[in-house]
């Protein structure tokens, strides 16, 4: 069977940007048959993953880590994630991946890591403090990629540049490991098949609202480390909440309202996150209907479809968050089966690096 393997961090409320960027591809993935050339359904198992492992790498509050961490869950089955066709579970619940990172940190050249441009961007708020775990991040998201030799990883465009060290540590570890009648030997005696151990994936980037932007500043992505509330909209947000942080969120004073012009960049996320919310319509129909209105005409409308759109969902989350034992049992379900898969690959690894396994 294919896999297919993603995640997000629970270092704050969740917001538009991971909904649009993120997890609503999860779902529309869950919920569509894969099919090979010949139209054959192919099989794929799904496993989306609270990476509570990733939210320590900047600094953080062990009371907020663990709401944050519940909540995020509970919105992935409140955004439609189901676990009876997909595995949901908690990073830190599966101990492979801290150690296969491991692994992974001591075969990754440093100036991989440091030309990445999340680290540059978050080592820069620290200064001197700034923790070895943000610069190793990119070997835990391989990692975590690896474990279940992910065909296909959903991300938000701002995860490419780590999908692409993905692929280059995979293809690093299988030239140096995985090869040669040794390794065979190796296998052999293991019981397992010589083959590359890791597999390249591929990233799957949603092109319309793939990247949502900040409210206040049109070049800089939607975050949640932006110290700024006002910057996002969260998908818990009262709908007051919402319509305030449109009705004052940053545009312009240029007259109508354009898609794609690069000096306005405020204009083209604005259309983009009505588009993305309004599944159904198409760019031109949208066009039609605002091209020619105001700010002040556009932004109700705008504040509309987002509070009508995420209505829903906020009620489902707060079913299933309320039901915290039930919720704590699809997360068990969810890392039994994780672990079962991420076993396997850290064993094939540990085998192809030399090392001695336990009798
Ligand atoms: P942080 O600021 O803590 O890094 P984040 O908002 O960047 O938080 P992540 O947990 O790093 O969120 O990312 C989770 C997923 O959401 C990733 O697939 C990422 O590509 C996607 N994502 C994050 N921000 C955006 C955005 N503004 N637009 C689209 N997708 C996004
Ligand atoms: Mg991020």
């Given at each position: ?235 818990l947000d009262p709908p007051q909440t919402i ?117």
């Amino acid at each position: 069977a294919e896999r297919v393997l993603s995640g997000v961090q629970p270092t704050g409320s969740l917001h538009l940007g991971n909904y649009l960027g993120a997890i609503r591809q999860w779902v529309d993935f869950q919920n569509n048959e894969q099919k090979d050339d010949e139209g054959n359904v192919i099989p794929v198992e799904k496993f989306f993953c609270v990476v509570d492992l990733h939210a320590i790498t900047m600094p953080h509050d062990p009371k907020e880590l663990r709401e944050s961490t519940l909540s995020s869950a509970a919105l992935y089955i409140a955004a439609g994630i189901d676990p009876a066709k997909s595995n949901i579970f908690v990073q830190s619940h599966v101990p492979a991946h801290s150690e296969l990172t491991w692994l992974l940190n001591c075969i990754t050249p440093l100036n991989w890591l440091e030309r990445m441009i999340q680290f540059k961007e978050k080592s820069k708020k620290q200064g001197e403090s700034v923790g070895v775990g943000l610069l190793t991040y990119p070997c835990l998201m391989a990692a975590d990629i690896i474990l279940y030799q992910a065909t296909k990883v959903p991300v938000g465009e701002d995860q490419r540049q780590h999908l692409e060290i993905t692929r280059d540590i995979v293809r690093r570890f299988n030239d140096m490991f995985c090869k040669g009648n040794p390794y065979k030997k190796r296998c052999k005696e293991a019981g397992i098949p010589s083959r590359p151990v890791f597999i390249e994936p591929d990233a799957i980037i949603m092109k319309e609202g793939a990247r949502v932007m900040s409210l206040t500043d049109g070049t800089k992505k939607m975050s949640k480390s932006d110290a700024n509330d006002a910057s996002r909209i969260n998908v818990l947000d009262p709908p007051q909440t919402i319509r305030d942080k449109i009705k004052r969120c940053k545009t312009d004073s240029l007259e109508g309202i354009e898609w794609d012009n690069p000096e306005r960049p405020e204009a083209t996320n604005l259309l983009n996150i009505y588009l993305a919310v309004q599944p159904g319509r198409t760019k031109e129909d949208i066009l039609e209907e605002v091209s020619e209105m105001s700010w002040g005409q556009f932004k109700p409308l705008l504040a509309e479809a987002v509070v009508n759109h995420l209505q829903p969902i906020q009620e489902r989350y707060y079913e299933v968050r309320n039901d915290e034992e039930k919720l704590n049992r699809i997360l068990k379900d969810g890392a039994d089966a994780a672990n079962a898969v991420a076993q396997q690959t850290l064993f094939a690894s540990k085998i192809a690096m030399g090392f001695v396994t336990p009798t």
